[in-house]
Structure formats: C-alpha cells, structure tokens
C-alpha cells in the first residue's frame, strides 16, 4: 500500500506520482481539501481529514508457464498461474496436451509435444541407484527433447508475446528460449530436497546445449538463476544457497477436483482405523511391477482404510481385484487436497508433490522409491523422523506392516511431522509471492 498526503490538486499528485507508483498497490489519498474537479473521490473538507482508496487497475500482463516433462513439473507452476488470472493477467502454458487440457488457470495453451512416456499398465520394477538423479538430468533434460523444447518455447514466445516467463528448474529449454527473445523468466523448484549440487557434474552438458541454440558460454551457469528463484518448500527442506539471485519461498498449493470424490467422502468416513492413501504418482507409477499388489496383500486383514490411485496409464484392474474388500478403494485418480487432509499415513515413491504435499497436513510417511529425485526424498524424511522407507524390490509382507505399525503409532514421528507442516504454513502465499515477483522482474527493470 502506498500513502500519499494530499498537498496539491489530484491531477498534480498523480503527475508526480504515475511514474513512481507500482500500479497494483492501492493508493491511500490522505489529506485537507482537493480541488473542485476531483470527482473521482469524495472531497475532504478542512475541518476533518478522512482518507479515501482508489484501486487503480494495472495494464493486463502477459505471464507464460513452461514445465520439462511430467506432471509433477507442472504442479508448483499452478498456483502462479492462478494468481496471475486473479490479478487479471493473461496466462499461457506451453506443455503436453494430457495435462494442461482442462486447467482453468491457463487462457491460452500451447501444447506442441508428445507424451514422452506411453507405456500402459504397471510395468517392471528396476533396480533403483542412488545417484539416479545426478545421472539422468543431462539424458532427460539436456538431450535432443529440450533442445525440441526450446524451439517450441522459443515459437510461443514470439507468437504470443509475454512480459515474463515461469518455468520448472530444470526446464532448460525454456530459460534458453527466454534468454534469447530477451523476455525475463523466473525459476520455480521442483526438486524438494535435492539442491543442484549436480551443476558441476553436467557443466559441459548445458555449454553445449547452450552452443547448439547460438547462446554465448555461461561459465557461472547464471541460466540456472533467472530474474528469480521461487522455491515452494521450507527452508529445512532445501535452503536453497546454491541460487546466486534473489530467492522467495512460497507456500505450496493443491487444487480439489471439480467434483468431490465418493472415495475420498469413504475414507473420511472410515474413523476407528488406519487411513492410508497408496499413490506412486503419475510417472513412475508404469514402473512399480507388482508393488501396489505386495502392498495391498500386506494391509489385508489390518485395522485399515486404504485409498489407492493408479495415476495414468494404469488401470485399477492391473494392480488389484476390488472385489468385496470394503476395506479397500482403487481409483484411478482423484486430487491429492481431496485425500491429505483425512489420512493416518501415505504410502508413496518419495516423489516431491507427494512428499510436501502429505507434510503440508503433517502426515507421515512410508516410502519405497524408484529414481530421480526420491531416494535424496526417502532419505530426508528418514533423517527428520516423518517416516520411514523400504526397498521396492525385496520388502516383505511383515515388513510392510511392521513399518505402518511403527510410524502411525509413534509420538516422535506424528510431532517431526508436525513441526514440518508448521514450517510449511508460515510460507507466503502464491499470490504474495506472485506480486512480488512481477514487481521486481516487470516493473522494476
């Protein structure tokens, strides 16, 4: 809000003031007697000073969002985007056509690539290697689909024409295409726990990648920084040092569905047992061979509620007979803020949506992760006592029930988990941290 005293005639404040003045703010006019013509306010007469707002509409923004591959890439930029249409900007996404179709929060949509992943059904379950997510950057984000990525990007730039470009953190094709139409663009975190301290080992990587689309060599990778970082978890996640720029932290949002779930009104329902929701996300869920069925076996004939999703690609029947188990539902999707909030605990890969998404309503965590960017996860949440995790492969029937045991009924876990949920709610919320942004990488240059 900005303040300023009335000394002068409305038209010679705001003569002095336009310039200076970050239109979204609202203008507190405070002061004795305005001129006669001042008709947009109520006169203020000498005897009694009141003060009067004016919301003065900014010109609408153009805001573009652009995400690397899966859904869970998209999901941080949505509640960006829809603070970007409450302010009444204009809003663009560039990515695949299964996941952006239906958002409200985008007005126009570009959507030039294929799915990158069409396998159908659950899969084979792989061996998973620690440093997965070190090894897989420069195949998965720096290969021939983000060099495709930054010419598509480039194109909607052009065509479409925005003030400032969000994108996923490992989104380089589109910091690229910004870089080179000049517009600025603001990097979003993905990653909840893993800081990029693989830049060092994929340096060459992302020089020759800039080579190929004719962009100058960044020793420093000041690519990786944008006009600013947006990071959607705690502190005690991810500090966040390894970004030589300015760094906002924002709360993280979930969106429900357009209608309530049955499902989920069942498990509220489901009071006297364990609620458990069963999720391994929408990517990795083709790779989990039989886990949801070793999982399902192993919570039969417990004190259970259990929700399972599929994701896409997998049908419920792949995984499990629901037959005459009213213990058990299996759906193929229904939104994670339908589900969190009723929950004892969440059995999932350690992907980051989940992961922070199930600690932002302090519920703990059983975790068996299959690459990227889980097992630094799985790791931290065992390091913070939120939870434990097991491994895909050899986890047996009684462990897994030994393990759901240990965490739902464990003081230390239900408080760790606690704590971090509280960590998560003082974060600023998006449309702060919207506002923010725009002010600083907009308005401000």
């Known amino acids: 809000m900005v303040v300023v005293p009335i000394i002068s005639p409305l038209g010679e404040v705001m003569h002095r003031c336009v310039d200076w003045l970050f239109v979204r703010h609202t203008l507190v ?5 305005l001129c006669a013509g001042a008709s947009a306010v109520d006169r203020f007469t000498e005897e009694r000073a009141t003060m009067k ?9 153009r805001t573009m969002f652009s995400y690397a591959r899966g859904r869970g890439h998209l999901i941080p930029l949505l509640p960006l985007a829809a603070s970007g249409r409450m302010a009444n900007d204009e809003t663009a996404v560039v990515g695949h056509p299964v996941h952006i179709e239906q958002l409200a929060q985008f007005s126009t949509k570009f959507a030039p690539y294929k ?5 159908e059904g659950p899969g084979a379950l792989l061996p998973v290697r620690p440093d997965d997510v070190y090894e897989k950057i420069s195949q998965v984000f720096i290969g021939p689909e983000a060099l495709q990525a930054a010419v598509e990007v480039g194109r909607a730039i052009r065509s479409w024409k925005p003030d400032i470009v969000f994108c996923d953190e490992v989104d380089f094709g589109a910091m690229c295409a910004a870089e080179l139409e000049g517009i600025p663009y603001v990097v979003v975190g993905v990653f909840a726990t893993v800081s990029q301290s693989w830049r060092e080992r994929h340096y060459a990587a992302l020089q020759r990648f800039r080579t190929a689309l004719n962009l100058a060599e960044d020793p420093a990778l000041t690519m990786l920084n944008g006009a600013a970082v947006i990071l959607p978890f705690p502190e005690c996640m991810r500090n966040g040092r390894e970004f030589n720029t300015k760094v906002l932290r924002m709360r993280p949002e979930w969106f429900p569905g357009e209608r309530a779930s049955e499902s989920a009104r069942w498990l509220r329902g ?6 458990i929701y069963v999720t391994f996300g929408t990517e990795f869920n083709t790779r989990t061979g039989n886990l949801f069925r070793r999982i399902v076996s192993a919570l039969d004939g417990m004190n259970v509620s259990v929700l399972v999703t599929t994701g896409p690609r997998v049908e419920p029947e792949d995984i499990v007979d629901n037959d005459g188990n009213n213990w058990l539902r299996v759906e193929k999707d229904i939104p ?3 589900i969190l909030k009723s929950v004892d605990l969440v059995i999932c890969h350690a992907g980051s949506g989940t992961l922070v998404g199930a600690l932002a309503h302090g519920v703990p965590l059983l975790m068996f992760p299959l690459g990227a960017d889980q097992v630094p996860n799985a790791r931290w949440i065992e390091e913070s006592g939120c939870g434990a995790s097991l491994n895909a492969e050899s986890a047996t029937d009684e462990e897994i ?6 965490i739902v009924f464990s003081d230390s876990v239900r408080r760790a988990s606690q704590e971090v949920k509280e960590s998560i709610h003082v974060l600023k919320p998006a449309d702060e941290v919207y506002r923010e942004v725009v002010e600083m990488c907009v308005y401000r240059q």
């Open 401 to 406: 029930r030994q393990c759901v045991l240990r």
């Open 29 to 33: 006019l405070h002061g004795p007697r």
């Open 270 to 275: 489901r009071s006297g047992t364990i609620r």
């Open 336 to 338: 994670q803020a339908e």
């Open 53 to 61: 707002f004016i919301q003065y509409r900014a010109p609408r923004l």
């Open 115 to 119: 799915a990158s992943d069409t396998r």
